[in-house]
Structures are given as C-alpha cells and as structure tokens.
C-alpha cells in the first residue's frame, strides 16, 4: 500500500489588509518536501505526524509530496498558492512513475481564503480529487475553526476534525484519519459524507472542551459516533474573520456506505446545537471587569486572554488598550506576551541588557489597535527569537519569534517581538528568564490555545474584549459575502 500525504495550512483574516505570501509560507514551520516531511514532523503533536505514526506502524509505503504553514494573516496570494498546489500534484506525478498510490492524506486548516477563491481548501481537496480520480480515497484532517462547504464534503471521502480546543489532540485526529485511509484502501469500510451546516458564530470562550458547556458538546458526539454505521463526527465551528459565503458553525458526519444515514445523523446533531444556541454564546466582557473578576477570586496570576488581538486568528498583534490599562493602574508583576514590534526590539537590541530606551510601543499597524504607547522601558534579555515547544501543542516543534526583546517598565513587563506568533506555551518566555508563575497578572494575544500549558498555573482565566481588529463582538464585523443570517447577529 502506498499513500501519499500533503498539506498546505492556513487561517485566513479577510479583516486584515496585507496578503500572506509565499514567504510567509518558508518563514513559519517552513516549506517540508518530499522525506523532509518525514524527519520534520515525525512524532510531533500535528496531524502530519499522526499520519506518519499509523501509516509506518502499518507498514505502509508513505509518499511525503509538500507540507507548506504559515501564521494566521490575510488573504493568500494567488500565484503563490498556485505554485504550491503546482508543486505538490508535479511530486505526486513523480512519485506514481513508480506505480500508482492508493490514496491521499491531506493536513490542511478548514478557513484558508485565497485571492479569489473563498473555498481554499476545498480546491486543494478538488486538485487532488482531479488528480486520483474518483475511485482512490482522498481524506483530509481540519482544525476545529474550519468554515466547511457542501463542496469540500462532497470531494472528499472522508473529513477528520480536532475534538478538542486548545488543540493537543492534532497527532491523534492524524492517526484516526490514516486509519480510515487504510481501512478504506483494504476495503474494510467505504466512507461517504454530509454536512449540515448551523447559522450561528460560536463564542471563542464557550468552545473550550475541558470545560462546560463545550465537553458536554465533545461527549455527545462521542456518543453518536458509537451509533451503527457511523465511522466518525466533526463539529467545526467556525472562524468568523474570514468573509466567505459559509462562514458559520457546522456539523459533518462521515458513514460507512450510507450517505442517507449520515446526512440523518447530521441534521440530528445541528437541529440541537441550533436549540442550545444560547448556550454557545458569551457577551463582551472589557479589560477592567476581568480584572476586577480575577481580583474578587483572589488567585494569581490573574491571566487576560486579549483575543481581540489574537495573532493566531490573524491579528496584528499590536494592540495597546491592555498595556496601558496595566500602567494606569500601576500594576506590579505585570506580563504582556506578546507585543509584535519589530522596532522596539530592534533598537533593545542596538543599545543593550541594562540599558534603558525611549519607546513608542505597539500601535503601528492600524487606528483600530489603539496609540502606541510612548514610554522609557529597561531592557532585560534579548533574543535571535529561536527556542523550543515544550507544551502539550506543539511538543517536538520549534518555532521563532524573530528579534525579540523583553522589556520592563515599571512593574509591568512586555515581551517584544517580530513574528506574529500567539504564546501557545511559556517556552519562550522562559528562554528569557521570566517566570510566568511568579507574574500577578499576565495578558495573552490569543484566545484559548495558551490555556493548554498556562491553565495550570492561572489563578483565573478571562477572555476581553479590548480594541482590536478581531472584535469578538461579531456584530461590529462588515461583511460583504456571508448569504445567510446568523445567531447572535441577524437570528436571535
């Protein structure tokens, strides 16, 4: 059995002005191609190194094509992406002069836009359909923030999401997808699939499947895919920030032979989501009601998740509405992770640990982010920006915030750097020297995925709603090419 396996991977903001581009691509985990995808990724905590894990473990001859990610940003520029949809498909002709392969898997997000295509992930699936034909399986892996389409279920065989968010279970959702691959391919199961999709945008802080309501959300559909005949169950939902015309919630269920049963099946579970939509939602809450939340609770750190500005949804990563409220309140022990500004850490570079420098920071990528801040700050460490993923996220990875700095002013410390980059663990903050345990208070530019290795060590966890081009206020977002009405906007 020989199975080739791919994957281009991006979040897509079309709220942000600037495309991503093929260097974006080579500057995040990097372009993999044919066996470096093999040395890179094997036994990592991603999909990819899932599809490794059971494809070696089964003896399967694996056919390593082009593995291309990059950080959440703007539409995906058109030629890039055709070259490297073009790449893969010329490596996957190669490689079938040694004989056909049996089937493909794809690593890919679920909201990738490209310049003038909505669905981007839809047409990798569609090329590689092209490219196969109809009778080789083509199945794929997606994060839980896809915005699904008709087209791509209707392309693929089968589609495998995360269950959990933060996402650690990215390995595992890799390997029950190249189980399916090898299940299908020895003809054990013919897997055939249905979307049904959900008018509602689901709040960032009520998807966090280790706590109520959204691992009650996790246990029911563990509970259907126990049901004859269903072979596995994604709920994906959503990533508002990109304006496509499915944008939105949705449920889509793979079956084994019965595509009845499994449109069935995922009207069923929608028609409930839909019922409890209430429960799905959270209303803004501002930067001095969390922090007077966490100071009622009493435990440090006192963590704010500003996911307004979450650089792993696309953000700029600059706002400055929650450094200025920690220095108007004069906090002390006070840590902000990150703040992208590649001049602030260029010139604590040029003058040096101890010394100190007069600093306009953040506030350069838009109005909407709020006014830097002008101030004198103490440099503290420098950083070339390359450490180690130690967390339960991307355990095995490396990653590099560029040239990186951590600044101190007053009692409130700022980690400076250049790549948009969210913190999904404290390993880069520890390769500065700063405890983050030892932090009163702590702001986070991302949503959820820090909770994976800071939840342990929070007094009290609050997502804010401060300035930011990623408003989740879903309401204040100007789209021009959501079809449908959704919940909490249009539908009540």
């Not at 093929?22 to 905590?45: C, K, M, S, V």
């Not at 295509?117 to 699936?125: A, L, N, R, S, Y």
């Not at 953040?362 to 830097?372: F, H, I, N």
Request: glycine share 10%; proline share 5%; net charge negative.
């Amino acid at each position: 059995m020989r199975i080739a396996i791919a994957g281009i991977l991006h979040e897509t903001s079309t709220f942000v002005d600037w495309e991503t581009t093929l260097h974006d691509f080579q500057y995040d985990r990097g372009i993999a191609r044919g066996p470096q995808i093999l040395e890179q990724y094997r036994g990592t905590n991603v999909c990819t190194g899932g599809f490794i894990e059971t494809l070696e473990a089964g003896d399967v001859e694996i056919v390593p094509l082009l593995r291309a990610s990059a950080f959440p940003g703007g539409l995906v520029n058109a030629d890039d992406y055709a070259s490297l949809i073009a790449e893969m498909l010329t490596r996957l002709e190669e490689a079938e002069r040694d004989g056909p392969v049996d089937g493909v898997l794809l690593d890919l997000h679920g909201a990738m836009v490209v310049d003038g295509i909505d669905d981007g992930d839809g047409d990798v699936i569609a090329a590689f359909r092209r490219a196969v034909g109809p009778d080789r399986p083509v199945i794929a892996t997606f994060d839980l923030h896809g915005n699904h389409t008709p087209a791509r279920v209707s392309v693929a065989d089968a589609i495998v999401g995360f269950d959990t968010f933060p996402h650690v279970d990215m390995a595992e959702r890799g390997r029950e997808a190249a189980d399916i691959m090898i299940r299908t391919v020895n003809g054990e199961i013919r897997p055939v699939g249905a979307i049904h999709q959900v008018p509602l945008f689901w709040s960032t802080p009520k998807q966090v499947t280790a706590h109520p309501p959204m691992n009650e959300v996790m246990d029911r559909i563990h509970e259907f895919e126990q049901r004859p005949g269903i072979i596995s169950i994604t709920l994906a939902t959503g990533f508002p920030w990109a304006d496509v015309p499915d944008v939105g919630t949705s449920v889509t269920v793979i079956a084994d032979g019965d595509r009845e049963l499994a449109q069935q099946t995922a009207d069923e579970f929608g028609a409930w989501i839909w019922e409890h939509r209430q429960r799905w939602y959270a209303p803004p809450v501002s930067v001095r009601d969390a922090l007077a939340a966490g100071e009622r609770v009493g435990r440090y750190p006192i963590i704010l998740a500003d996911h307004a500005d979450n650089t792993g949804g696309g953000s700029p990563g600059d706002s400055t509405e929650i450094l200025r409220t920690f220095l108007e309140l004069g906090l002390q022990d006070a840590l902000l992770l990150d703040m992208v500004d590649s001049n602030a850490a260029k010139a604590a570079h040029e003058a040096g640990v101890g010394a100190t420098i007069h600093v306009e920071l953040g506030g350069k990528s838009s109005p909407v982010q709020g006014q830097p801040i002008e101030c004198d700050a103490t440099v503290r460490a420098l950083s070339s920006g390359g450490f180690a993923y130690d967390g339960p996220m991307f355990s095995g990875l490396k990653g590099n915030m560029g040239t990186s700095a951590w600044l101190q002013i007053d009692g409130v410390n700022v980690v400076v750097v250049t790549a948009r980059e969210q913190p999904f663990d404290m390993a880069f903050a520890r390769s500065l020297g700063i405890d983050c345990a030892g932090m009163k208070y702590i702001c986070v530019k991302s949503a959820a995925h820090f909770r994976a290795a800071f939840e342990p060590i929070a007094g009290s966890i609050h997502n804010v709603d401060a300035a930011g081009i990623h408003s989740h206020d879903v309401k204040t977002l100007k789209y021009r090419k959501r079809t449908r009405p959704v919940f909490p906007v249009e539908l009540k």
